[in-house]
């Protein structure tokens, strides 16, 4: 089963946050963030691992909370460019040395 | 230029053909993976290798083989060809395939249309 995303969608203003979440009904053993522009391959953002820290990549943030098997996405102060589809793919037990993706959270950030 | 490439970019296949999609990758990747990607369902896994010599079944392997002779190549077999195949198939790599330490390098797609 693979994890839950929310929201679905999302448009922000330049310099407004959001947060994305992935959710799933398994043990994670890590989760992964990947960005896909309209038209072109997911590009990898950062992993998390169960028991390690919160990670960050220029303004966009990521935790992973393990006691509700969840991993939360920050975008602060949006840019135009991180406009696109925000994908979470998660290793769990039952699926370890393979990721399963969510069915992602598109992002809209306009002038 | 080091990374992944897909052939063919896009393709018409008439049902029950059989289809051979290319992945080459040049940066000496252990491990690779072939996804399928439909509109909101996401990617999902149809098979997989670690190493050269070995490969495994994702969540959707069903009408689907793939061999790992060499490290470069992973190509990925649609035996007969069914319309709900119809999908953008993307390939990775990773270093290894221990996926908690290792991201995933995705190629740029194929476009298969199965009609």
């Known amino acids: 089963q693979q994890p839950v995303q929310s929201p679905q969608a999302v448009i922000l203003r330049e310099g407004e946050d959001a947060v994305i979440n992935c959710s799933s009904s398994k043990a994670l053993y890590s989760v992964h963030w990947y960005r896909q522009k309209h038209g072109e391959a997911p590009v990898f953002l950062m992993i998390l691992l169960k028991g390690g820290e919160q990670k960050g990549h220029d303004k966009i943030s990521a935790s992973f909370n393990e006691k509700k098997q969840q991993s939360s996405l920050y975008l602060t102060a949006s840019q135009l460019s991180y406009s696109g589809t925000y994908f979470c793919?998660?290793?769990?037990?039952?699926?370890?040395?393979?990721?399963?993706f969510g069915a992602g959270t598109q992002v809209v950030v306009t002038p | 230029i080091a990374g992944i490439t897909q052939a063919p970019t896009s393709q018409i296949l008439a049902a029950g053909r059989r289809m051979t999609l290319r992945c080459t990758q040049d940066?000496?990747?252990?491990?690779m993976y072939w996804y399928r990607q439909d509109l909101g369902l996401g990617l999902r896994l149809i098979h997989y290798s670690n190493t050269a010599g070995t490969t495994g079944k994702g969540e959707v392997p069903d009408g689907y083989s793939v061999s790992r002779a060499n490290t470069d190549d992973f190509p990925l077999t649609l035996a007969s060809a069914v319309p709900s195949q119809t999908s953008v198939y993307f390939c990775?790599?990773?270093?290894?395939?221990?996926?908690?330490?290792?991201?995933?390098?995705f190629g740029p797609g194929t476009r298969l249309t199965v009609l």
């Open positions: 940066m000496r990747h252990n491990a």
């Open positions: 793919g998660t290793e769990s037990a039952d699926s370890w040395g393979k990721l399963q």
């Open positions: 990775a790599s990773s270093v290894s395939g221990t996926v908690g330490y290792n991201e995933q390098f």
